[in-house]
């Protein structure tokens, strides 16, 4: 059975930064990604990359201050934030699905695997 199982949430002043991880087991994932949801808020994309690594996708609101990467000989995802904001605050959570599509997805459903997420608050 498949389980991924993040870690390195926390509370952090804006401007600073965090790096999650994500450990991954029970399966092969070809696409890895991050997911972030506020309060009352839909659950939204942070970021997706391929196996290979060599592919990386960010949502605007991202781009430019987090970097996805993964360690395949760790089954391991990791995402690290930099110059964080009061916004970024919500619970992240990393996916993964097991076969490739065209494009890194975007959307939730594309995602078959799921953790169960980890807090992450930035104080202003």
């Known amino acids: 059975q498949a389980q991924l199982a993040e870690s390195g949430g926390g509370l952090v002043q804006a401007g600073g930064s965090l790096r999650l991880s994500c450990a991954a087991s029970g399966g092969t994932f070809s696409i890895m990604g991050w997911f972030r949801q506020a309060p009352g808020k839909e659950r939204d994309f942070v970021a997706a990359?391929?196996?290979?690594?060599?592919?990386?996708y960010y949502a605007d609101s991202v781009k430019g201050r987090f970097t996805i990467s993964r360690d395949n000989a760790k089954n391991t995802v990791s995402l690290q934030m930099n110059t964080l904001k009061p916004e970024d605050t919500a619970v992240y959570y990393c996916?993964?699905?097991?076969?490739?599509?065209?494009?890194?997805?975007?959307?939730?459903?594309?995602?078959?695997?799921w953790g169960q997420g980890t807090q992450v608050t930035v104080s202003s």
């Open positions: 996916a993964a699905r097991g076969t490739p599509i065209g494009q890194l997805p975007t959307t939730p459903s594309s995602y078959y695997y």
């Open positions: 990359i391929n196996w290979s690594g060599s592919t990386t």
